[in-house]
């Protein structure tokens, strides 16, 4: 076969170039930003930008400076790309820049798809499994209106819930949605304040979690996410006292810059670890994985760089023994879901793919072809990630600034919300 032919049939350098980017932000109940890449021969290819409350960085930090060193180069070449941009800015690594780069990244991953003809989990080596085990979040302001829940989600076909409950005596804990509506953290234009307290906590959540095995027996997965609250002891004893009720993971249990903390909570306890949803880079994460101080890694596509970048993080993974269960909040768009869930049906070291629900709106600007179906969600086999938008329709939902809440101590001092 000829150079001609291969061009032929894989779509030549010239189809290939890049001939336009934009950035479209919209906000259909949240903020997304979402990067769309055309080629000459007309193909398109998204990616999600989205870091929550912090959008219009990134937003800008693509538009300003990544558009136009796209325009002419060649889309079929993503991992030189993917070096271009990050060791061709100098300034490497980050939130703003590793989700900016992550968006360049799935567009031109999807693009290739479209190409191929293929799926992206084909590319990426085909199939591990049928379907990423899921799992969503069931909350109650107090135990028993948390242990419904779970029930709840049980009953949609969950095999696996995280369950958070509220504390008495704190005003506004993490994770319990008001008004029956469902959760969802960034909701002021300035940051809510909420007060924090770390014993009223402890005894709570040991008491939830008996609660829940009581009532649901021990065949659910059951996970918690302590959302960087507690010092690396305080995260010891949690994770010693929730021990007989089996949990699939407890997540960030302290602040993972203190990498050094986690080695308390092994030496105390077997109770699964989880953390990274705010790494941004396999070196932040490499210590804790190499050490195998954690049990699954939770960077995901949009804000690790990519595909490309955070299939070096999981094979690195697979290394130690460590798993992925990749954050799946609703600030991550239904793209990065998409692309995210391509990569749970390749990845070998699958662990668990955690999702909550998008609103209606949210699934009319991003049609996607993913499906929940027996406590599994199942890609479809469209060409690329399998994910759309549509851009009418997301013009109508203006960008509305909004940030994360705050946490403060009862004395008024900072904490990690
Ligand atoms: C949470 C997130 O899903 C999770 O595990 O930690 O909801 C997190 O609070 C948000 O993504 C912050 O934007
Ligand atoms: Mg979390």
């Not at 391509?342 to 049609?367: K, L, Y």
């Amino acid at each position: 076969m000829n150079t001609a032919t291969i061009e032929t049939r894989h779509g030549s350098t010239r189809d290939r170039e890049i001939v336009d980017a934009k950035v479209i932000v919209t906000c259909p109940g949240r903020n997304f930003v979402t990067l769309k890449i055309t080629t000459r021969s007309g193909l398109t290819g998204l990616g999600d930008a989205t870091l929550n409350g912090r959008e219009l960085a990134v937003a800008s930090y693509l538009t300003d400076h990544v558009v136009p060193n796209l325009i002419g180069r060649d889309a079929g070449r993503i991992e030189d790309m993917w070096q271009f941009l990050h060791r061709g800015a100098y300034w490497r690594r980050g939130p703003v820049t590793m989700t900016a780069i992550a968006a360049v990244d799935v567009a031109l991953w999807d693009i290739l798809g479209k190409m191929a003809g293929l799926p992206l989990y084909q590319l990426l080596g085909g199939r591990s499994r049928e379907g990423a085990l899921v799992y969503g979040h069931a909350n109650g302001r107090d135990i028993e209106e948390a242990t419904d829940e779970v029930g709840k989600y049980i009953e949609k076909g969950f095999l696996a819930v995280r369950a958070q409950c509220g504390v008495p005596g704190v005003k506004k804990a993490y994770g319990i949605s008001v008004g029956g509506k469902p959760y969802e953290p960034a909701e002021s234009e300035l940051p809510a304040e909420t007060v924090w307290n770390t014993p009223k906590y402890l005894n709570i959540v040991p008491k939830l979690f008996e609660r829940l095995r009581a009532d649901h027996g021990p065949d659910v997965e059951l996970l918690h996410d302590v959302h960087h609250r507690l010092t690396p002891i305080e995260a010891a004893r949690l994770a010693r006292d929730l021990e007989p009720f089996r949990l699939f993971w407890l997540e960030d249990a302290t602040p993972a810059e203190n990498q050094k903390g986690f080695e308390l909570i092994r030496k105390h306890s077997v109770t699964a670890l989880a953390v990274g949803e705010v790494f941004n880079s396999i070196w932040d994460c490499k210590h804790l994985i190499e050490n195998q101080l954690i049990d699954y890694i939770r960077t995901t596509i949009v804000h690790g760089g990519g595909i490309t970048h955070v299939r070096r993080i999981a094979d690195f993974a697979a290394l130690h023994a460590v798993r992925t269960g990749f954050h799946g909040a609703t600030d991550l768009s239904p793209v990065c879901m998409g692309a995210a869930l391509h990569f749970d049906t390749w990845v070998p070291n699958f662990g668990i793919q955690e999702w909550m629900f998008h609103s209606d709106e949210t699934n009319e600007v991003f049609p996607h072809d993913y499906v929940f179906r027996n406590g599994r969600l199942h890609v479809g086999d469209t060409p690329g990630h399998g994910v759309d938008i549509d851009e009418k329709l997301a013009a109508r939902f203006p960008y509305a600034p909004k940030q994360l809440p705050i946490a403060r101590l009862e004395d008024g001092a900072m904490w990690d919300w």
